[in-house]
């Protein structure tokens, strides 16, 4: 197939229909175990019966205190992905991190090991932008079986971080992205990476990292 720079684009965004139903959900759950949970253990509800709801009232507000920081991520989580997860530039790639966690590349945890782990450590509420200078791509593969795909970047990333007009940076070595993180199919933008990682003219009409 012929890609030409008209029909690849160099912005791509993170999915988020589903990001958007999993904190409605969370958030509705949080709301009632939050409300519900000191009504009931102030005895200001009662059960059916009649009877204190004391029990009820301390297994809700027990509820409320991981629902709400699940929420609470939920949020942050759609807030960081307003700005494109990966924009190509003239420079190189500059990539939106958010939520990279210690546990990242551990295999077989389980998913609310690694949810868990993201709120107590405050990781999950961390956001940061990467650098790809194009000298340093080495490969972009998708891999993986189909639904568990991922876009592997094989390259040496920086980490800026300014200080009014200083610059500094850490730097790092790879990173992945799962299937489910883009609107756009990871052939889609492995393809776009490498035309205009292989055609300096037309990533010379891109903007630059940081703009």
């Given at each position: ?87 190509i530039c003239k420079e190189g790639l ?37 650098w790809i200078p194009w000298e340093t791509?080495?490969?972009?593969n998708v891999v993986g079986l189909p ?65």
């Open positions: 197939m012929i890609h030409s720079a008209s029909n690849l684009a160099p912005v791509f965004y993170s999915k988020m229909w589903y990001r958007y139903v999993g904190v409605s959900v969370t958030t509705t759950l949080a709301v009632f175990s939050s409300v519900l949970g000191p009504l009931y253990l102030f005895d200001i509800l009662k059960r059916a019966d009649g009877r204190p709801g004391t029990d009820a009232g301390i297994a809700l507000s027990i509820m409320a205190g991981p629902f709400c920081s699940v929420a609470l991520l939920g949020w942050f989580d759609i807030h960081a992905r307003r700005k494109p997860l990966l924009r500059e990539l939106n991190v958010i939520g990279a966690s210690s546990l990242d590349g551990v295999p077989l945890v389980p998913p609310i090991v690694r949810l868990m782990w993201l709120i107590l450590t405050l990781q999950g509420f961390k956001k940061q932008t990467a791509l080495r490969s972009v639904m568990v795909r991922s876009l592997l970047i094989d390259a040496t990333l920086v980490y800026p971080t300014f200080h009014g007009d200083n610059l500094t940076a850490k730097v790092g070595d790879n990173i992945g992205f799962r299937d489910a993180e883009f609107q756009d199919p990871l052939e889609s933008i492995a393809a776009a990476i490498l035309y205009f990682g292989n055609d300096r003219d037309a990533r010379d009409r891109l903007p630059s990292l940081g703009d």
